[in-house]
């Protein structure tokens, strides 16, 4: 079956700090992938996708490589903020998916010490 | 910019009651959504909807039911709930799959 599957946290890291979060997947064929981040108290924002292999999503400071061959998609930084303090989650959409759901793993918080 | 609204942010309920949580997008999104957000165990799916009356079970339907009359409004209901149910709840919606799935800010739910 699809499964994504996050590293464990809590993630701790002074500010300027490089941070890497993996995120490996299990999936039929080629399927969209996703990060999520989610503020305290809020609901989940889109942070970045990608839709093929090789594809790299970008935003906000932050990068992840869609990679069949490794079937990853883990979540980069060079330069975290205490701002960056959040739960992140991987997700992808499988490719034969009536209704559109996603399917998530577990999270991982991250807190940035200034 | 999309907005999904959940009406209710924080509530408590008692054992047995009936509890309705509310959920409204305004983009025309076919897809809606309801997960439930439990530490260590990530976002969980309830249930979904494609189309208006359209409901679909997700891995955790049990003690859950749906409504989705109108294409803006999916409603998660609990027919009567329970302590195990206290909850994070965020409703979601999409134009279609493979598409960004955007979410509500999420109705804290205690049980007591």
């Known amino acids: 079956g699809n499964s994504v599957t996050q590293m464990e946290g809590p993630v701790t890291l002074s500010e300027e700090a490089f941070l890497t979060i993996n995120c490996t997947y299990t999936?039929?064929?080629?399927?969209?992938l996703f990060w999520y981040v989610q503020y305290p108290g809020e609901g989940l924002q889109l942070l970045l996708k990608?839709?093929?292999?090789?594809d790299k999503g970008s935003n906000k400071g932050f990068e992840a490589t869609y990679r069949k061959e490794t079937t990853s998609f883990h979540l980069e930084k060079g330069s975290v903020q205490v701002s960056d303090s959040a739960v992140y989650f991987c997700?992808?959409?499988?490719?034969?998916?009536?209704?559109?759901?996603?399917?998530f793993g577990q999270g991982t918080e991250l807190s940035v010490k200034p | 910019d999309v907005k999904v609204t959940q009406s209710s942010r924080y509530l408590v309920k008692r054992t047995g009651e009936k509890v309705f949580l509310e959920c409204v997008q305004d983009?025309?999104?076919?897809?809606m959504f309801w997960y439930r957000q439990d530490p260590g165990l990530g976002l969980r799916l309830i249930y979904f909807?494609?189309?208006?009356?359209?409901?679909e079970k997700g891995d955790i339907p049990e003690g859950y039911s749906v409504s989705r009359e109108k294409k803006e409004r999916f409603s998660l209901i609990l027919e009567s709930a329970s302590t195990n149910q206290t909850s994070m709840y965020l409703c979601?919606?999409?134009?279609?799959?493979?598409?960004?799935?955007?979410f509500g800010e999420g109705s804290w739910l205690t049980v007591v």
């Open positions: 979601a919606s999409s134009a279609r799959a493979g598409n960004t799935i955007y």
């Open positions: 999936a039929t064929g080629y399927p969209s």
């Open positions: 990608a839709t093929k292999a090789d």
């Open positions: 997700a992808l959409s499988p490719i034969y998916n009536q209704g559109g759901k996603l399917i």
């Open positions: 983009m025309d999104h076919e897809n």
């Open positions: 909807s494609y189309d208006v009356k359209m409901k």
